[in-house]
């Protein structure tokens, strides 16, 4: 694995439009990939100081391996920030090849789209992910120390990373989860309880880490991690997307109205008309970390982002639940764990599993985290966190996960499941004063 600079295999002329003047940044020429680039960088993963020889390889666009079933129907598909190939190679290891293997592999690389690129390069989304694997997860292994296990971290393993800031080119390279069993979820159906669970415990392992590096070695994340993605560069993307994302829901809402005369949507579109001014400091203060469990975030938490696996006749994670993987850590942050619990319940979960668990959720959570620290030698008594301080952050961190669904209302519209659970979300926050309060003042 290497996050040194280099060239990437395959470089071509790209042709660029004219229009009206007016010349767009060219479409960059794809990713060339070859078995000289391979052998060495999964040379060095897989055989470092052997020898490796690539005998056969095969790629596809997206991230379902070459080989095996097909997404749910209503997966959504893979990350808008990232170009994803997947990748089957065949090799052989040792001094004659003795030793046969194959791997399945994903590569993420820039969005080829230019504006798409430009953003995701401006706000150094690839660059972020790629010190994630390079920088905080050696560090959270580290801080486990020798009790955890290689799988104990609900991640893909990272085999290679490489990031050059001009011209913009970046390379990470992971393990494919899916051809080991773990599948997406079905965004339309919403999660089951026991894969929301399966989430949150996944979750609660990563968090736990970072407490211990934070409380158990003394360290200051933001100092440590310089390329977190600061509070004020995800209200700037955060603000952008809402923006964006507002007038549509607006005219959803009032199709809606229209479409059903009985229904009262008129509240709700005045509370969304009166926070729309005030959307970038509500922003800015529900993303700002908050003592005593600030700590290294997902923040963009949502079934998307996540694989589970459950294998027939084995139980799989604790008491039978499947298994969860966590995936796309462009925009990993600092901040409370709060906003990536409300943002998987609000986006995620069928209105009637969220009314009726979200504080058995909530509750497992903090189980999970209390358990997983107190074995890392960090007490959450001791740093005065309680599940009613949990309760009162998930209520201010939903306003936070409405307005990243707003950012992205696309996604649930089109679909008659996901549009009647944007609108329980939208009621229900209604009616317990998450809308109202916050625009009131209660910030």
Not at 210 to 234: H, I, M, N
Not at 375 to 394: C, E, K, P, Q, R
Request: hydrophobic letters at 40%; glycine letters at 6%; charged letters at 20%.
């Amino acid at each position: 694995m290497s996050s040194q600079e280099e060239e990437a295999p395959g470089t071509g002329e790209s042709d660029s439009d004219e229009s009206e003047g007016l010349e767009p940044p060219p479409r960059p020429p794809p990713f060339s990939i070859s078995k000289g680039w391979l052998q060495e960088v999964l040379g060095a993963a897989l055989a470092p100081g052997r020898p490796f020889e690539v005998l056969h390889f095969a790629a596809k666009s997206g991230s379902e391996p070459l080989e095996g079933p097909p997404p749910p129907p209503g997966a959504v598909g893979d990350s808008a920030l990232s170009e994803v190939l997947s990748l089957h190679v065949q090799y052989a290891a040792g001094p004659r090849g003795q030793t046969p293997g194959a791997v399945h592999l994903v590569l993420k690389l820039p969005p080829r789209d230019p504006v798409s690129r430009f953003f995701v390069s401006e706000a150094q989304f690839d660059l972020r992910e790629i010190n994630f694997y390079t920088q905080i997860v050696p560090d959270l292994l580290a801080a486990g120390g020798d009790t955890l296990e290689s799988d104990w971290l609900p991640i893909p393993h990272c085999l290679h990373a490489t990031y050059r800031a001009s011209p913009h080119h970046s390379v990470l390279v992971l393990e494919n989860l899916k051809a080991q069993g773990y599948k997406s979820a079905d965004f339309a159906e919403g999660l089951s309880l026991d894969q929301a669970k399966a989430a949150l415990e996944a979750l609660a392992r990563m968090h736990s880490l970072s407490l211990v590096l934070k409380v158990r070695e003394g360290s200051d994340l933001l100092q440590r991690y310089p390329f977190l993605f600061k509070t004020a560069a995800a209200t700037d993307s955060y603000q952008q997307l809402v923006e964006r994302g507002l007038p549509q829901l607006a005219r959803f809402l009032q199709r809606q109205a229209d479409e059903h005369p009985g229904e009262d949507f008129a509240c709700i579109l005045e509370a969304l008309s009166a926070l729309r001014p005030r959307t970038r400091s509500v922003i800015a203060s529900l993303l700002a970390p908050r003592e005593p469990l600030a700590l290294i975030t997902h923040t963009d938490f949502w079934c998307s982002n996540l694989l589970f696996r459950t294998e027939e006749g084995v139980a799989e994670g604790a008491e039978g639940r499947p298994r969860c993987a966590i995936l796309d850590w462009q925009m990993v942050a600092y901040s409370h764990p709060a906003n990536d619990l409300a943002l998987l319940l609000v986006s995620s979960l069928d209105a009637r599993l969220r009314r009726a668990h979200a504080h058995e959720l909530l509750d497992w959570y903090l189980a999970s985290l209390e358990r997983l620290c107190s074995a890392l030698g960090v007490s959450i008594d001791a740093l005065g966190y309680t599940a009613h301080m949990l309760y009162a952050d998930f209520k201010r961190s939903q306003l936070l996960a409405l307005l990243l669904c707003v950012g992205s209302v696309d996604v649930a519209l089109g679909d008659t499941r996901t549009e009647r659970r944007l609108m329980h979300v939208l009621r229900d926050l209604y009616d317990e004063g998450v809308l109202t309060d916050v625009v009131g003042g209660d910030e």
